[in-house]
């Protein structure tokens, strides 16, 4: 959705949303606090997937040190809301 700017639910919503359907993450695992690779099972492999997308989200390019320090969801919307706001 690039051109328009998210809250931070939305951007909650939307991630949880991919987890769900992208990597069958059920949603009562996905929290703020959940941890990406401990408590939602996702791979790196899954991680260059996510970045993808949170390309696709902000229309901004995530750099790997962006993505470095992703360890939770909580991290992924403080991410892509900062990245949105860089335009």
Sequence with gaps: ?????????????E????LTG???VPAAKIKPEALLMDDLDLDS????DLM???????GRKVSADQFENIRTV??????????????
């Design 1 to 13: 959705m690039p051109g328009a700017e998210m809250t931070k639910d939305e951007i909650y919503r």
């Design 15 to 18: 991630i949880v949303e991919y």
């Design 22 to 24: 992208t990597f069958e």
């Design 45 to 48: 492999i899954d991680a260059v």
């Design 52 to 58: 993808v997308k949170l390309q696709e989200t902000t």
């Design 74 to 87: 909580d991290d992924l919307v403080v991410l892509v809301n900062t990245l949105q706001s860089a335009r």
